[in-house]
């Protein structure tokens, strides 16, 4: 078993050296521990490593080693070595076989190239950087935990059910617990927990424009890709939300659909304004 | 004589200026009806067609001439799929939904069909959500809220309303109500498409488009089975109207400046244009009835009621009283512009629905509603019209009617 288990980490190793070798200026996988004996892919083994480390890893996915694949690929390898103690970085050409696992976990084989995505611990994408990026857009990449948490729900295709109080009890958003526990909803919705004290959550929170020294708990409801579409107070009930929710499932132009002069329908106005407030059917 | 008597002798009197009058007012009423009528379903034509594009923005490549909506995407040129992605990854506000597509001819059966490769958003959807922290402040949206998960299955045929399904398996495909007609395909069943096997998961609803001839299969099966690579004939936008206003056009053509982009507001406007012009025209008769007709029924009054001073005098001296008077011209007002109103309804009826057609390449159907439109107008204009020289008539003096004989 030891000797199997061996040639398991050198067969790693050496695929690992040749991905590093395969572009003359590719990124070598930074802060890599030992990879795990048995995982499909070298950057599959680096993000489990990252994961587990508690760190984000940037992937520059790459196609052909033409000018703008080396240009972008100079940016990310100083960006991401500078933030080294946060972050790994991998290099991957989707055409290499060894890389399909992590091309096809992703979906980026017919993505605009280069392409570089950061993962954060949790395996939500929390960027992705098609064609050009600067060292700016990579370190914004680096969100807190309420945010990659968040968006990891979205990327699952869930409603996030976001609470922020300073203090959480048991009997705190019992209409939101409640619903989670619901199975018409279980699937599709997941709460997110925020303590507004935490000043890594501050930046968040505002974006959300949530007042993050207020006493009083609030649930903000996040639907994919990201939109904020309800705010409830901490006491809702789940009737309260249910309602709500049943609401924003409709749309004054299901589909988008806009004339050229903003009707639905002769005489019908559609989306008053361009902010279009959700109504029945 | 009662009064139902004397106003039946008193409308066919003048016969000649009777029937001027009568036609004038069944002239009138005809053309604002037909125009009416056509306007109406010109209109709801128009609504429809936006309903069944549901796009209102398609991204294409540079050399392609959009003439035909509809068929838009059927050419030999492509665009790289990328720029699916690439919209899908970008910070664009009020792209609502968007769905690549790859069209490639199919000989089944020795006829001709449209293969449409169309890409489900589970293939492009979580990419939307990789725009980082900032998409939490990005606006709400104007279509439909995503709310996660579906309890219950897709309905697939929702792909002919919508532009875009949720899931589609390699192996699967949906067929228009056309060729499945003509094939005699039914639901359930399979299908051999350039050799390879494809289960129908729905036969779509009929549109009136050129979807019904088309079959839908995943893109990448296409792309595979036609020996493409990663490119799309077309790229639809499901665009909000207001970003659409605010520039999306400009912004999309930013992100790919090497593909044309254009809105259905630019293939519909002609029509909208024209309905638009058809509804003033038709304020315009209206008015013309109004102050024209009204000024022809006044003055054939005034002359009726001039030329028959003596028999209204003699009348009020056997005891008519003055508001006989009035009623009977008024009653003959009434009559004319109601005889005027319903000849006009069906008559600018009939020519909707036999002209309309041809001219507005719309079917057209009667509006009973607009009788009531027609008789309003008609009874309303010749009552009003009438009631000066009416009043006169109901004023005047016996004595001084017979002094003039």
């Keep these: 078993m030891k000797r199997r288990n061996l040639q398991v980490q050198v067969t790693v190793a050496l695929t690992m050296a040749a991905i590093g070798f395969a572009a003359p200026t590719s990124v070598q996988a930074q802060q890599f521990t030992s990879a795990k004996a048995g995982s499909a892919s070298p950057a599959v083994t680096a993000m489990e490593t990252a994961s587990s480390q508690g760190k984000y890893l940037f992937v520059y996915f790459w196609k052909q080693n033409d000018q703008p694949t080396q240009s972008m690929q100079g940016i990310f390898q100083e960006a991401t070595g500078r933030m080294a103690d946060e972050a790994d970085a991998i290099s991957v050409q989707i055409t290499d076989p060894s890389n399909a696992a992590i091309v096809k976990q992703f979906g980026v084989s017919r993505a605009p190239m280069p392409l570089a995505l950061a993962i954060a611990p949790n395996g939500a994408v929390t960027a992705g950087l098609p064609v050009s990026f600067s060292e700016q857009q990579l370190r914004e990449a680096i969100v807190s935990h309420g945010t990659a948490a968040c968006l990891k729900a979205m990327q699952d295709r869930k409603t996030v059910l976001l609470c922020v109080k300073h203090r959480t009890g048991p009997n705190a958003f019992q209409g939101a617990q409640e619903l989670t526990l619901d199975k018409r909803f279980a699937a599709s919705t997941q709460i997110v927990e925020v303590d507004p004290a935490d000043s890594a959550e501050r930046k968040f929170l505002q974006s959300l424009e949530i007042d993050s020294t207020s006493e009083n708990g609030v649930m903000v409801v996040l639907t994919p890709p990201g939109q904020r579409v309800a705010t409830f107070a901490e006491h809702a009930t789940k009737a309260q939300i249910v309602e709500r929710l049943t609401e924003l499932s409709s749309a004054c132009c299901p589909g988008g659909q806009c004339g050229p002069d903003g009707t639905c329908a002769p005489g019908q106005e559609c989306c008053p304004g361009g902010n279009c407030p959700p109504a029945k059917k | ?405």
């Design chain 2, 1 to 405: 004589m009662n009064l139902q008597e004397l106003v039946w002798r008193e409308l066919f009197e003048r016969k000649s200026q009777m029937i001027t009058i009568f036609v004038g007012i069944l002239l009138g009423i005809t053309t604002v009806i037909a125009i009416k009528n056509i306007t109406y379903y010109s209109e709801m034509a128009v609504a429809r067609e936006m309903d069944s594009l549901g796009a209102n923005v398609l991204v294409l490549p540079k050399s392609v001439t959009l003439e035909d909506y509809y068929s838009a995407d059927m050419h030999n040129e492509t665009i790289p799929e990328e720029y699916a992605l690439r919209l899908t990854m970008s910070s664009l506000a009020g792209v609502d939904n968007l769905s690549p597509k790859l069209c490639v001819p199919v000989e089944l059966e020795g006829r001709e069909f449209t293969l449409t490769g169309i890409l489900p958003k589970s293939e492009f959807q979580a990419k939307a959500a990789w725009g980082g922290a900032g998409i939490f402040s990005r606006p709400i949206g104007c279509g439909a809220i995503d709310m996660g998960a579906p309890a219950e299955p897709e309905d697939k045929k929702t792909l002919v309303r919508n532009r875009v399904i949720d899931d589609l398996e390699a192996d699967q495909t949906l067929i228009g109500a056309d060729t499945a007609a003509a094939l005699g395909i039914e639901e359930g069943q399979s299908l051999e498409l350039m050799g390879k096997q494809f289960s129908v998961v729905a036969v779509l609803p009929e549109t009136g488009t050129v979807d019904d001839s088309r079959i839908f299969a995943h893109l990448h099966t296409v792309q595979d089975m036609s020996n493409r690579e990663a490119v799309v004939s077309c790229i639809e936008i499901v665009g909000c109207c207001k970003e659409i206003s605010a520039g999306l056009v400009d912004n999309v053509n930013k992100l790919l400046p090497d593909a044309k982009v254009v809105t259905v507001t630019q293939v519909v406007a002609t029509q909208t244009k024209i309905n638009g012009m058809m509804a003033q025209l038709s304020m315009i008769f209206v008015a013309i009835i109004v102050v024209i007709g009204g000024a022809g029924i006044a003055n054939f009054m005034f002359a009726n009621v001039y030329e028959r001073r003596h028999e209204i005098g003699t009348l009020m001296s056997l005891g008519a009283e003055s508001n006989l008077i009035l009623r009977i011209f008024l009653l003959k007002a009434l009559l004319l512009g109601f005889a005027g109103g319903v000849g006009g309804f069906v008559l600018g009826t009939t020519l909707a629905v036999t002209l309309g057609p041809r001219l507005a390449n719309v079917p057209v159907l009667p509006m009973p509603v607009l009788a009531l439109w027609a008789i309003g107008i008609s009874v309303g204009t010749t009552l009003l019209a009438s009631y000066f020289p009416a009043r006169n008539a109901a004023r005047l003096d016996p004595v001084t009617s017979f002094k003039e004989v």
